[in-house]
Every structure is written in structure tokens, then in C-alpha cells.
């Protein structure tokens, strides 16, 4: 398989693969402006569009921006791996998309739905009943409460909370540590406890 991305990011992606993921050996990293050689041991190369066109290729964005990670899902023509640590708690009823990296010691309780390309970072904690649409990234130490909706391409911060019931619109950056208690309408950025809109876009 391949990745694309050779940052910060990508390490952990790694790690997560060489330790949780049966059958798959990364061939190599690919970057549109790469900065290093090797990630983690593997190599690094420069990518262009013959890479990207064939077909029979498996690949994973280890990109952590959600903007960037859709704009190279769409030109990739090959197939999505998921990632999942072997320490995650996932339900058995709960539903993870192609494409999707869940990382160390998160827990994805009943009747969820996680979408495409997203990322659910370190101790994570998603609970029942929860849609979490495409290209979203859940920040480490999050916690969304049952029933939670949230849109396509939204950042939820580090230690940012979600109290049960809330629709968070598409493409919002939840601030670290915001507390979110009410509705978030696309395209806003909320910060602080309670949470308040300080731009939308």
C-alpha cells in the first residue's frame, strides 16, 4: 500500500499500521512537496499524476488538514485502506468508512457512523448514535455525547465537548477545549465555554 503525506502525521499513521493492521506493508510515502527522504524508515517520493491514476493501487491520506485530505481523495484513483489501533474500542454495530484512521485508545460506541477519510484521534470518545460525516478530524481527548451529527469536513478541537443531541454544520473548526451546547451552523468557528460563533465563513 501507499500513504500520502510525509509529516508529523503520517509517523503516527504509520505506527499504527506496522502495529495494528494485518496483511498491509506501506511501499512508500508519497508528498507533493516532500521535505525528507524517509518517514519512519520508509521512503519518501515526490508524487505525480501516473501514481495517482493507477487503479490497482491501495492508499491512505496522512494528511491531518480535512481541505487538503478531500482535494487528494478525489484525485486518487485507486482503492482507501483503513486504519484502525489495535487499542481502539469499536462497537460491533458501529460503522467505519473506507479511508478513516482510528488511533490509540479511542472508543466508538453503539450505532455509530464514522464516514470516509476521516480522522479519530488519540482517546477520542464518540458515543451512541452518533454521524460523523466525511473528512472530519475528532482531535485528541474529544468527547461527543449520544446523538451527535457532525458535517462533513469539521475539525473538532483537542478536549473539545459535545453535549448530546447537537448538529454541528459542515466544514467548522470547534476550538480546543470548546464545550458545545447548542447547534453549530455550517461554516462557523466556535470557541470557548459555552461555545460561541466568533467568524463564519
Known amino acids: 500500500m501507499y500513504l500520502f503525506g510525509a509529516s508529523?502525521?503520517?509517523?503516527?499513521?504509520?505506527?499504527?499500521?506496522?502495529t495494528s493492521v494485518k496483511?498491509?506493508?506501506?511501499?512508500?510515502?508519497?508528498?507533493?512537496?516532500?521535505?525528507?527522504?524517509?518517514?519512519?524508515?520508509?521512503?519518501?517520493?515526490?508524487?505525480?499524476?501516473?501514481?495517482?491514476?493507477?487503479?490497482?493501487?491501495q492508499w491512505l491520506i496522512s494528511i491531518g488538514n480535512n481541505k487538503?485530505?478531500?482535494?487528494?481523495?478525489?484525485?486518487?484513483?485507486?482503492?482507501?485502506?483503513?486504519?484502525?489501533?489495535?487499542?481502539?474500542?469499536?462497537?460491533?454495530?458501529?460503522?467505519?468508512?473506507?479511508?478513516?484512521?482510528?488511533?490509540?485508545?479511542?472508543?466508538?460506541?453503539?450505532?455509530t457512523k464514522i464516514g470516509k477519510h476521516c480522522i479519530i484521534n488519540t482517546a477520542a470518545v464518540i458515543e451512541h448514535d452518533c454521524v460523523i460525516e466525511d473528512f472530519v478530524h475528532i482531535s485528541p481527548n474529544a468527547a461527543l455525547a449520544g446523538n451527535v451529527t457532525v458535517g462533513e469536513g469539521t475539525h473538532i478541537g483537542i478536549g473539545a465537548c459535545v453535549i448530546q443531541g447537537v448538529t454541528i454544520g459542515k466544514w467548522c473548526t470547534i476550538g480546543a477545549g470548546?464545550?458545545?451546547?447548542?447547534?453549530?451552523?455550517?461554516?462557523?468557528?466556535v470557541v470557548g465555554n459555552p461555545g460561541r460563533i466568533i467568524k463564519q465563513s
Open 178 to 189: 470548546t464545550v458545545i451546547i447548542k447547534d453549530v451552523p455550517d461554516g462557523a468557528t
Open 8 to 18: 508529523g502525521h503520517g509517523k503516527v499513521v504509520i505506527d499504527i499500521i506496522r
Open 23 to 57: 496483511n498491509l506493508k506501506i511501499k512508500v510515502v508519497y508528498d507533493d512537496n516532500p521535505k525528507v527522504t524517509s518517514l519512519s524508515n520508509i521512503p519518501v517520493s515526490a508524487v505525480d499524476a501516473t501514481v495517482l491514476n493507477h487503479i490497482s493501487h
Open 68 to 111: 487538503f485530505r478531500k482535494q487528494i481523495a478525489e484525485k486518487i484513483k485507486g482503492t482507501f485502506a483503513t486504519a484502525i489501533h489495535h487499542s481502539a474500542i469499536i462497537a460491533a454495530n458501529s460503522k467505519v468508512e473506507q479511508g478513516t484512521v482510528v488511533m490509540a485508545n479511542a472508543v466508538i460506541n453503539p450505532d
